[in-house]
C-alpha cells in the first residue's frame, strides 16, 4: 500500500468516528427534551387538579409494647440501638422481645472455614 490511501483511510475512520459521536449527542439531548417535557406536561397535569378533602380514618389505637428481657451486662445504649434498627427495617411492624449475647461468631466461622471440605 502507499502512503496516499493509508492516509485517506485515517482521516475517513477519524471523521467518521466523530461523526456517530455528534449523532449520538444530538440522540442524547433530543431525549433528554422530550422526557423533560413529559415531565412538565405531568407537573401541570397533577397541579391542575384540585385535590378534594379525604376523610383522615381514625389513627389505630397502639399498645405500648412491653420492655424487652435484656441479659446482665448489656448496655442500654446499645439495646436502644437494636431496637432502632428493628423499627426501622421493619416499619414499626416488629418489635424487641429479648436481648441476650450470643457465642463468638468469629471462632465458628474459623472452624468451619478450616474443616471445609473441598
Not at 34 to 57: H, L, S, T
Not at 84 to 109: C, D, E, F, P, Q
Amino acid at each position: 500500500m502507499n502512503l496516499g490511501s493509508d492516509v485517506v483511510i485515517t482521516i475517513t475512520g477519524i471523521v467518521l468516528v466523530f461523526a456517530i459521536l455528534v449523532l449520538l449527542m444530538a440522540i442524547v439531548t433530543l431525549e433528554g427534551k422530550i422526557f423533560d417535557g413529559m415531565n412538565v406536561k405531568k407537573a401541570a397535569a397533577k397541579a391542575a387538579v384540585p385535590k378534594a378533602p379525604e376523610a383522615k380514618p381514625a389513627a389505630p389505637v397502639q399498645q405500648a409494647a412491653p420492655a424487652p428481657v435484656v441479659e446482665e451486662g448489656i448496655p442500654g445504649d446499645v439495646v436502644a440501638a437494636i431496637m432502632a434498627a428493628i423499627h426501622a427495617m421493619g416499619n414499626g411492624k416488629y418489635t424487641l422481645k429479648a436481648v441476650r449475647r450470643s457465642r463468638n461468631g468469629w471462632s465458628k466461622a474459623g472452624v468451619n472455614d478450616t474443616t471445609a471440605p473441598f
